[in-house]
């Protein structure tokens, strides 16, 4: 997919290095900016004395040398490079590996296949997806596939995306595939029909006996006085979670003259009214529907919500469809209930295990209708569903955040095209700010001040704040870190990272003023980086599209962040542009910016040096020795 035909939408994270950062923002790929190769997740990745460095200050790590500190960053840099090189859907040098573990409709695959390289293996086992899935860029899975931990463990920080070709995701393990950064994605609209539909054909069958009476005359019988029904017109209908497919399923009931009542915590009450359907508490809505049709997902508060005491509280002879996951309904108390005759039928399209066992008691009841998870069966949802996920994986892939993404703040791509710059200016100040950081130091909370003339419910900083969380944990550890696994790690490492907007009077046209990032707490090896406050300081903004530095501690100054930059606070005396710029020269470092901020005139001033190589340790020494200069420190981009 060509890289130069779209607007931009972020500057890959890894642009941070000399060599790149010159590069003006390019349509990265999220797949950069997810792009997870870290063999475990952070938590686990560390060394022990990398984690003391961020969490808490152990003598261990507070013996640490400032130059000691220096060579984590250096070591975790260079690795960190080093593993910039893998899938990049812009640089094109491997397609990207793509398991389908079910049945997806054709469309999808086409589009799949037009982008990368698909394998479609079906009914793995556990352990044959563990040992493919590490050689696996995406997965996508329908209901059938569980993506565990394991899953995750082994794929070895190489899956990048996880698509889930239907609703429910509840046989993904999201706590998992945030820790190691993995996207997931789902195809949230696609079914909503065929599962309404379903929840309906099923209801209408179970009134009317059709599967029972089948099955009788399929054995040579004719039993019209068995198979009596019951009708639809004018009976309530209880719809459990009124979502998409819940209020599609009470829409077509209405039209079938039920009365449709509804109890969904979450749900606007303006939804409801527009569909007609009142909604009402949880006990209300069982204990007075002749129907109750269930269509919330399953979650911790949801499983087995079903139970004896649920039933304990229905109307007799109440008639119960599933049609959205086993797991909401306790299987064995539906038999009971079923037993004893206060739930007259169910009509099942879900199971908590899938298949369910052969002698399963309510597969076999006479009066259960069962159906093997077929609601977004149809050919037309599948082929929807398919095109649906195929679209959310490939445009992961390439670096877009997907709107149906799970696991990770959803930015509408015109918002990320807008931030950009503000993006690349974000990690980079937080790459400064723990660089200033004596080595012997932890850090543990981060403050970071937007000045923005945006209202604030008009500026998203979630992306900013990731970027920020990166900078400063990516150069002391080794870390990967991405949109979806930033405020998990910042919290693993016992990092708070605070925000702060400040309203400014300028034009409301860019989004953001400053960044300014504070690390409070923290002893600071270049003093000058820290404020009047106590706090290491520094700020940034964006110039003319390009991330610029513009204070240092209590000091202004400009300098563009490109390349390398030495920091070196000295007295305030003519010459020392000059004198630094020679020792510099004489090893042919250029220099590419310079600016100096001074507090007093003639008394002390801070000279921003941009330099496009990095200088040898003799050429820093040379620095250090001009009498003028106080103190100075030498700073990676
Ligand atoms: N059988 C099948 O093949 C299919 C099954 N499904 C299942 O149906 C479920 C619903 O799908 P959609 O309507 O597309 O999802 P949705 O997210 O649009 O709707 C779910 C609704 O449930 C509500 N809810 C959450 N907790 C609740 C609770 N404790 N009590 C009552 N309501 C609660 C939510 O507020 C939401 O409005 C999915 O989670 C999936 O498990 C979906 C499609 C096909
Ligand atoms: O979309 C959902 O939640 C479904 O349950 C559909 O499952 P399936 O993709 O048919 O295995």
């Known amino acids: ?15 941070t290095t000399s060599s790149s950062s010159s590069q003006p923002p390019t349509r990265s790929s999220l797949l950069s900016f997810l792009h997870s190769t870290t063999p475990t997740p952070i938590s686990l990745n560390l060394s022990r004395s990398r984690i003391s460095f961020l969490n808490s200050p152990s003598s261990a790590v507070r013996s640490l040398s400032v130059k000691n500190a220096a060579k984590t960053i250096e070591a975790a840099e260079t690795s960190r490079v080093s593993r910039v090189g893998g899938l990049d859907a812009n640089s094109q040098e491997t397609k990207p590996t793509i398991l389908v573990s079910e049945k997806l409709g054709e469309a999808g695959l086409e589009l799949l296949r037009s982008f990368g390289d698909v394998d479609c293996s079906y009914d793995l086992s556990q352990e044959d997806l563990c040992k493919k899935i590490a050689s ?15 899953v995750f463990e082994a794929a070895k920080g190489k899956l990048k995306v996880v698509g889930r070709a239907g609703v429910g995701i509840d046989n993904v393990d999201l706590q998992a595939a945030t820790e190691y950064g993995c996207l997931v994605v789902n195809a949230p609209t696609a079914n909503t029909v065929a599962a309404a539909e379903h929840g309906i054909a099923l209801l209408a069958a179970m009134a009317r006996n059709v599967a029972q009476a089948d099955a009788s005359m399929k054995s040579g019988q004719w039993q019209r006085n068995k198979y009596v029904g019951v009708s639809l017109v004018g009976k309530t209908l209880a719809v459990m979670g009124f979502g998409k497919v819940g209020s599609e399923v009470a829409r077509r009931a209405k039209g079938l003259g039920m009365q449709v009542i509804a109890h969904d915590p979450y749900a606007p009450a303006d939804r409801a009214r527009a569909v007609g359907v009142e909604l009402v508490s949880f006990d209300q ?13 399953l979650t911790p508060s949801t499983k087995k919500v079903f139970n004896d005491d649920t039933f304990a509280k229905v109307k007799t002879g109440v008639r119960i469809i599933n049609v959205a996951r086993g797991g909401v309904i306790d299987e064995d108390a539906l038999v009971r209930a079923l037993d004893s005759g206060k739930v007259a039928q169910a009509a099942l399209d879900v199971f908590t295990e899938e298949p369910p066992p052969k002698d399963s008691k309510l597969v076999q009841h006479e009066r259960v209708t069962a159906t093997p998870h077929l609601g977004a069966s149809t050919k037309e949802a599948q082929e929807g569903v398919a095109i649906e996920i195929a679209e959310a994986v490939v445009g992961a892939l390439q670096g877009e955040l997907a709107a149906t993404a799970v ?49 604030p419910d008009d500026l998203d900083t979630r992306l900013l704040r990731a970027m920020i969380t990166k900078g400063i944990i990516e150069p002391i550890s080794d870390s990967f870190i991405n949109l979806v696994n930033a405020d998990f790690t910042a919290k693993q490492k016992g990092l708070r990272i605070s925000e702060e907007r400040v309203a400014v009077d300028s034009s409301p046209e860019f989004p953001i003023h400053t960044i300014q990032v504070q690390l409070s707490n923290v002893d600071s090896k270049f003093g000058s980086g820290v404020s009047e406050g106590g706090d290491i300081s520094i700020e940034g903004r964006v110039k003319y599209g390009k991330p610029h530095l513009t204070r240092v501690g209590s000091f202004s100054v400009d300098v563009s962040l490109e390349g390398n930059l030495i920091l070196c606070r000295q007295v305030d005396q003519p010459g020392m542009i000059g004198q630094v710029g020679n020792i510099l020269g004489e090893q042919n470092v250029n220099v590419s910016f310079m600016s100096v901020g001074r507090t007093v005139r003639r008394r002390k001033a801070i000279m921003a040096i941009g330099v496009d190589e990095e200088p040898n340790q003799e050429t820093l020494k040379k620095i250090g020795e001009v009498p003028a200069v106080e103190e100075f420190v030498f700073l990676k981009l």
């Open 1 to 15: 997919m060509a890289s130069s035909s779209t607007k931009p939408i972020f500057t890959p994270p890894f642009t």
């Open 136 to 150: 696996c860029d995406a997965l996508i899975v329908r209901s059938g596939t569980k993506v565990t931990r394991q």
């Open 285 to 297: 809505a069982i204990s007075t529907a002749d129907f109750i049709s269930l269509h919330m997902p």
């Open 407 to 455: 696991n990770a703040p959803m930015v509408p791509a015109e918002v990320l095209s807008e931030l950009a710059p503000y993006v690349v200016l974000a990690e980079k100040l937080g790459r400064l700010a723990v660089q200033l950081v004596a080595g012997g130091s932890g850090i543990k909370s981060a403050k970071v001040v937007y000045r923005s003339a945006r209202d």
